[in-house]
Structures are given as structure tokens and as C-alpha cells.
């Protein structure tokens, strides 16, 4: 199983019965932080990730700060290192998601120039990431069709991973949580074939606020990648029953081979409140304990 977003981090694959535990790593927030670890160890989750509070958002005017002082992960990858024995991810945002937040201005005249030199500031961090330990790597892009050909987004994550060498590169795509608004057509299938030749070992995509669409590419595609798939819904105050989520597995079993397929939430669960997000993600364990327990008995 897997968390993608803040708050509640992590991944585990079904062929796989480890235990998970998920951390989030905030300074300004220490007691938050050890909340969260203890949430996340009640849960039974397998690979630990980083909380995301510590990121730089970019201005225009910021770049050259970032270039000096790195994006805020070498903190939360020394706070990991300290505070378990695990596994454990580290993600960032993607250089187009990050150029996005930024207004066009100076001497770049668009955002996908922009976004070139961000690869080369997320590629630094990367470096740094895997020079000091992490193994595995996510970067995180909110789909926005209306600016994204899936070749340029292709060329900049490979870009951002060149020269890293990780156990595993993890691509998550989303559609946007923020304030509950997404930014285009809520399908991958224009990500197809592109995608597929991307150099990321695992695609993280959502499927649940869909009501599970699209579960059907990979088998008709042929994609080669594992799928991190997301299965608890987070633009939903419902609380998923371990039985829903089983569901929601079975039905991604029937196009992907269960060790290709992770389970996930769709993306982060910040914006959930505390009590809520800790039953999605017993749910999640449970319901995928479930589903392991029968593939197990054949």
C-alpha cells in the first residue's frame, strides 16, 4: 500500500505482507509529526514516506534562492534516517506542476521554459536524495491538459531523474485536490503510449473519485509500468468500508498482475480532518489484507 500526498505518506504491494508505517515530518509542527507516525504505525502500512511540510513554493524571484539552498528535502531525508529503520520515500513536485504556481515574466516566455530550468533545480535535489540514502523517489504533477503534452512532461521527469539512481522512481499524476477543483479532462488515456517510455518504475494514478475508471488500461495498453492505484476516494467525506476497497482491488486485478499493483490513496490526505483520514487508511488495510489473504489461498 501507499499514500501519495501529505499527511499519511506510503505504498505496499500486494504480493507482500510487511507491515507499513507512514511519517510526516514537519518542524514547525513537531507534535503533528508524532501524531502522525503513531497514526501510521496503528494503520499497518509498508513503506514509510515524507510529509511534504517542509517544501519551498516558488516565486519568480526564487529560483536562484533554490539553487543555493536545495528544496527543503534534505531536512525530512535526515529526519527519516533518524527516526526509523525502514523503508521510506521521498517526493517531490514536478517541474511543470512547480512552474505552474509561478507567473510567466523576465526572460522566460512561457511556463515550459521555465519548467526546464526547475528539472535542473528537482535533478540537484534528486542527486543529493539519492547520494544520502533514499531509495526510492517520487515526483508528483497535477495533470493539466490544457498545458501538458505528454511528451514534454516525459522528456522534463526523465530529465529531473537523470543520473539518480534509485531501487524505485515513482510518477504520480493527478487530476488537483486543491480547494476540490482539477484542471482538465479527468482521463490518462491521452498520457498513452507516451507515459509508457518514461524511465519512473511505478505510474501512481487515482481511480476511486472516478468511480474506478480506466482500471482497463493496462491490460489494453500493454503498459509495462507498476501501478500505484489509488483506492480511497479524498474528495469524499465517506469513509470507505474494507469491503469497498476489495472491491476496488479485484477489479484493478482483472487488468494488472498483482505484483505490478499497488494500492494507494488517490493523492494527499491533508485536507481531510485527522479522524477521518486515519479510518480511510485503516480501511485500506484492511481491505487489501483482505484481498491478499485470497489471492494467497489461490
Given at each position: 500500500m501507499t499514500v501519495v500526498g501529505e499527511h499519511a505518506h506510503l505504498p505496499a504491494r500486494l504480493d507482500r505482507a510487511e507491515p507499513v508505517e507512514v511519517l510526516e515530518d514537519r518542524d514547525d509542527e513537531p507534535l503533528a509529526s508524532h501524531l502522525s507516525v503513531g497514526d501510521h504505525i496503528d494503520t499497518r502500512k509498508l513503506l514509510i514516506a515524507d510529509g511534504g511540510g517542509d517544501r519551498i513554493v516558488l516565486g519568480l524571484g526564487d529560483v536562484h534562492r533554490a539553487e543555493a539552498a536545495g528544496l527543503g528535502t534534505l531536512k525530512e531525508l535526515d529526519y527519516l534516517r533518524q527516526a526509523t529503520t525502514r523503508p521510506f520515500k521521498i517526493t517531490l513536485p514536478g517541474p511543470?506542476?512547480?512552474a505552474t504556481q509561478i507567473t510567466k515574466g523576465g526572460p522566460y516566455r512561457?511556463?515550459?521554459?521555465?519548467?526546464?530550468?526547475?528539472?535542473?533545480?528537482?535533478?540537484?535535489?534528486?542527486?543529493?536524495?539519492?547520494?544520502?540514502?533514499?531509495?526510492?523517489?517520487?515526483?508528483?504533477?497535477?495533470?493539466?491538459?490544457?498545458?501538458?503534452?505528454?511528451?514534454?512532461?516525459?522528456?522534463?521527469?526523465?530529465?529531473?531523474?537523470?543520473?539518480?539512481?534509485?531501487?524505485?522512481?515513482?510518477?504520480?499524476?493527478?487530476?488537483?485536490?486543491?480547494?476540490?477543483?482539477?484542471?482538465?479532462?479527468?482521463?490518462?488515456?491521452?498520457?498513452?503510449?507516451?507515459?509508457?517510455?518514461?524511465?519512473?518504475?511505478?505510474?501512481?494514478?487515482e481511480f476511486a473519485n472516478r468511480e474506478m475508471a480506466e482500471t482497463e488500461l493496462w491490460r489494453e495498453l500493454d503498459c509495462p509500468k507498476e501501478l500505484g492505484a489509488g483506492v480511497l476516494d479524498l474528495k469524499n467525506f465517506y469513509v470507505e468500508s474494507p469491503e469497498l476497497v476489495a472491491r476496488r482491488i479485484r477489479r484493478l486485478l482483472e487488468s494488472v498482475p498483482a505484483e505490478r499493483l499497488w494500492i494507494n490513496p488517490d493523492c494527499g490526505l491533508a485536507r481531510l480532518p485527522r479522524h477521518l483520514a486515519f479510518a480511510k487508511l485503516q480501511a485500506l488495510v484492511t481491505g487489501t489484507q483482505k484481498v491478499r489473504a485470497e489471492l494467497c489461498r489461490g
Open positions: 511543470l506542476t512547480l512561457n511556463r515550459v521554459e521555465i519548467a526546464a530550468d526547475l528539472a535542473t533545480l528537482i535533478n540537484r535535489e534528486l542527486r543529493a536524495l539519492a547520494a544520502g540514502g533514499a531509495r526510492n523517489l517520487q515526483l508528483d504533477d497535477v495533470y493539466q491538459s490544457f498545458i501538458m503534452d505528454p511528451k514534454h512532461l516525459v522528456e522534463l521527469y526523465d530529465r529531473c531523474f537523470e543520473g539518480v539512481t534509485v531501487e524505485r522512481r515513482f510518477w504520480h499524476i493527478c487530476f488537483g485536490t486543491l480547494e476540490g477543483f482539477g484542471f482538465g479532462e479527468r482521463t490518462y488515456r491521452p498520457l498513452f503510449p507516451a507515459i509508457s517510455s518514461a524511465s519512473a518504475d511505478q505510474l501512481v494514478f
